[in-house]
C-alpha cells in the first residue's frame, strides 16, 4: 500500500496554471517508480476521469481535452507526482485525486484497475 497526499488545488481564471503535487509515502509497495501512478478528476455527479497516467516505464499518457496544456512528472528523490495544468479552462474544474496502482507498470484510464487514493484537492477555473 501507498499513502497518497495531494497539494497545489485553487482558484484560477481561464487561462492560468495550477502545479498540483501528490506526496508518496509507501508501506508495501514496490519501489517508487516501478508502478503505475495517475492523476484523476471528478466533478459531482459525474463519474471520475483519468487525467493522466504515469507508468513504471516512464511513460505518460493525458486524455485528449488536457493534451498539450497539461504535463505530468515524477520526483524520484522526492517521491512526489505533479500535475503541470496550463492554459486552464472552466471545464477543468474538479476535485483532482492523485492515485497508484502498484500492482502494474502499465496504467489504464479505468478508476477501478487504482488500489490507492489520496483525499483529492479542489481545482477551480472561473473568471
Known amino acids: 500500500q501507498v499513502h497518497l497526499v495531494e497539494s497545489g488545488g485553487g482558484s484560477v481564471q481561464p487561462g492560468g496554471s495550477l502545479r498540483l503535487s501528490c506526496a508518496v509515502t509507501e508501506y508495501v509497495a514496490p519501489p517508487y517508480g516501478t508502478y503505475c501512478m495517475a492523476w484523476f478528476r471528478q466533478v459531482t455527479g459525474k463519474e471520475r476521469e483519468a487525467v493522466a497516467t504515469?507508468?513504471?516505464?516512464?511513460?505518460?499518457r493525458y486524455r485528449d481535452s488536457v493534451k498539450g496544456r497539461f504535463a505530468v512528472s515524477k520526483d524520484n528523490a522526492g517521491n512526489t507526482l505533479y500535475l503541470q495544468m496550463n492554459s486552464l479552462k472552466p471545464e477543468d474544474t474538479g476535485l483532482y485525486y492523485c492515485?497508484?496502482?502498484?500492482?502494474?507498470?502499465?496504467?489504464?484510464?479505468?478508476?477501478?484497475?487504482?488500489?490507492?487514493w489520496g483525499q483529492g484537492t479542489q481545482v477551480t477555473v472561473s473568471s
Open positions: 492515485a497508484a496502482e502498484i500492482q502494474s507498470r502499465l496504467c489504464g484510464f479505468d478508476p477501478g484497475r487504482f488500489e490507492n
Open positions: 504515469f507508468n513504471g516505464y516512464g511513460r505518460e
